[in-house]
């Protein structure tokens, strides 16, 4: 089953600011992980990926940061737009073939 | 550059009747193959994949089957819908040596 969560279901950000969107896992083997943005009514977008062997990795606007003690990720945006509010998910790759998701959370951006 | 076709857009069929949702991708060859179904606001469950032609893995045990008659189409079916069937289904794709996973627009199944 699923092995990854989110700490936050909803989260509310002022447009201009930064937001930080948590995610716990479990399975320690996990060694790759992925960001996705899921807009309503439409299929996930890949944002940012990362490696168990990096902390960091920034994309446009986008960062994400890996806790590998704690099992934790977050993905940061900064100078939240309008255009960022949709549901975001992080998933793990386990075994290379399989990717779990977690349940997600929804950003809004309040103008 | 590669696409993913998934169709169709939305379905609504009743409990008891048969099911068959495809999804093709072009541009690559070999590609693992996957099906998810994500409940209204809920996370994505990994239902099946496939790493080449008739091979399929299942993860949950459920009322659906998959099959890959070719190498870039994968087909979700069921002979009866259940009620608890209904939600949106994915399809995505990842390379055989690339571990993004990339997925199509999702058919909207509504079970009545």
């Known amino acids: 089953g699923e092995s990854v969560g989110l700490h936050l279901p909803t989260l509310s950000v002022q447009e201009g600011d930064n937001s930080i969107i948590n995610c716990a896992y479990s ?3 996990s060694d790759y992980f992925i960001w996705y ?3 309503s009514g439409k299929g996930p977008q890949f944002i940012i990926d990362i490696r168990s062997n990096m902390d960091k990795r920034q994309g446009q606007r986008v960062t994400v940061l890996l806790n590998k003690t704690v099992k934790h ?5 900064a100078a939240t737009q309008p ?5 975001y998910f992080c998933a793990e ?8 998701f977690g349940s997600g959370t929804k950003l809004n951006v309040k103008p | 550059s590669q696409t993913i076709h998934q169709w169709p857009a939305t379905l609504v069929q009743p409990v008891g009747s048969p099911l068959s949702l495809e999804c093709t991708v072009e541009g690559t060859s070999n590609p693992n193959l996957y099906w998810y179904r994500q409940a209204a606001g809920r996370g994505l469950q990994l239902l099946f994949y496939s790493v080449g032609i008739g091979q399929i893995s299942s993860e949950v045990p459920q009322n659906l089957s998959a099959s890959r008659p070719q190498d870039r189409q994968f087909i979700l079916s069921s002979k009866k819908l259940l009620l608890s069937d209904s939600g949106f289904y994915l399809c995505a794709w990842a390379g055989e040596d690339d571990e993004k ?10 079970v009545l």
Do not use: C, H, P, R
Request: glycine share 8%.
């Open chain 2, 101 to 110: 996973l990339f997925f199509g627009s999702g058919t909207q199944l509504s």
């Open chain 1, 83 to 87: 255009g960022d509010s949709a549901v």
């Open chain 1, 73 to 77: 990720l977050s993905l940061q945006i």
């Open chain 1, 27 to 29: 399975n320690s083997a």
């Open chain 1, 93 to 100: 790759n386990i075994n290379f073939n399989k990717f779990y």
């Open chain 1, 37 to 39: 943005k899921q807009e």
